[in-house]
């Protein structure tokens, strides 16, 4: 069974920086992505950065240079440091995983999910 909790979100000035964990349970697999996401009130789910089990990153355009997703595998916590935040990053933070390591940014391909924590911009 899948679980994924999130922790580290909070309120930081413009310019500041987070960083979000989550410790996942039931996520070994030879081929699977762990991602986050975000999610403002009123608008879709969007991508914010996903990695596999090989360790390739992706970052949605937004977040590029300014937002790094690791993984510790003995730790089984997936990381993602948020630097130089910007007020329209604040969000609700979803951590999500998936089987498979195709299309890692778009949220309808993944069916476990968090339960998000908040991150806060103010400028």
């Known amino acids: 069974q899948v679980q994924l909790v999130e922790s580290g979100g909070g309120s930081v000035q413009s310019g500041g920086s987070l960083r979000l964990s989550c410790t996942a349970s039931?996520?070994?697999?030879?081929?699977?992505?762990l991602g986050w996401f975000r999610q403002v009130p009123g608008k879709s789910r969007e991508g914010v950065a996903a990695?596999?089990?090989?360790?390739?990153?992706t970052y949605a355009d937004s977040v590029k240079g300014r937002f790094f997703i690791s993984l510790d595998n003995a730790k089984n916590t997936l990381y993602l440091q948020m630097n130089g935040l910007k007020p329209e990053d604040t969000a609700m933070y979803y951590c999500?995983?998936?089987?498979?390591?195709?299309?890692?940014?778009?949220?309808?391909?993944?069916?476990?999910w968090g339960q998000g924590t908040q991150v806060t911009v103010s400028s």
């Open positions: 999500a995983f998936k089987y498979g390591s195709w299309f890692p940014l778009r949220p309808n391909e993944y069916n476990h």
């Open positions: 039931g996520t070994k697999s030879a081929n699977s992505c």
């Open positions: 990695i596999d089990v090989l360790g390739q990153a």
